[in-house]
């Protein structure tokens, strides 16, 4: 589905993102993982088609989208939850959610999309009058992944859900998640909780410093001492 090939991103003069590759399945759930200041953010964001790439190229159903128009993006599929949620806090619950489905297909089956959000996220149906602004973090987080959701993607990039969420509201956001992929929706994870992202994730990537350090499945990757000591906290025996 998605194919990342050997992707440069930058800012100015300065490269964020170095010649990374990655794939997304069809049945995908595939996560991001690494310090504050990785790039993983850059890099979602430049999948997404926020950000020009300086190299390499993005595919995604085998049709290149490197050099697209964001909303062209949205169109073939793609929709991004980002990093802090960025609602429209002075609209309420329901019209954030209709603004996810401004493309023509996504607004032909709005009224179905929209009780599917629903379903999964009874509380916004309880609270759909109420103003985004006032609604909790936790519900927030939920309203941004439901907005996504309205455009009726193909592959979900979540950028940082867990991001200053109470731990009850991170298990139930990644239940979220992983429920949105039994439905059959491709999801790639940016997350700085690596515990919790490998825990969900059927593939991993370990960026550092813009690149690609290590990247399989994530029981393999538990198993690596750099993986447990720099991101799990764990050590293993001192040499005798």
Request: proline share 5%; net charge negative.
């Amino acid at each position: 589905m998605l194919e990342v090939a050997e992707l440069r991103v930058g800012y100015g003069d300065a490269t964020a993102i170095w010649d990374v590759s990655l794939r997304v399945g069809d049945n995908d759930l595939a996560s991001i993982d690494g310090p504050n200041g990785a790039g993983k953010t850059t890099l979602i964001n430049a999948i997404a088609g926020l950000l020009p790439i300086r190299g390499g190229s993005i595919r995604f159903g085998g049709r290149d989208l490197s050099r697209l128009a964001a909303h062209e993006f949205c169109r073939h599929g793609i929709a991004i939850v980002p990093e802090g949620r960025r609602l429209f806090t002075g609209m309420s619950v329901e019209e954030n959610l209709e603004i996810g489905c401004y493309v023509p297909e996504a607004r032909a089956v709005r009224g179905e999309s929209l009780e599917r959000v629903y379903a999964i996220f009874p509380i916004l149906r309880e609270r759909r009058r109420q103003m985004a602004g006032a609604l909790s973090g936790g519900m927030q987080q939920m309203l941004a992944i439901g907005r996504a959701l309205m455009a009726r993607p193909r592959l979900l990039l979540l950028d940082e859900p867990s991001l200053g969420l109470a731990p009850a509201i991170v298990d139930q956001v990644f239940e979220v998640v992983v429920e949105i992929h039994r439905e059959g929706v491709a999801v790639l994870l940016v997350e700085q909780n690596v515990g919790k992202a490998l825990e969900i994730a059927s593939r991993a990537y370990v960026l550092e410093e813009g690149r690609i350090i290590s990247e399989g499945a994530p029981a393999d990757l538990l198993r690596q001492p750099h993986i447990q000591e720099a991101y799990l906290g764990l050590r293993g025996p001192e040499p005798g």
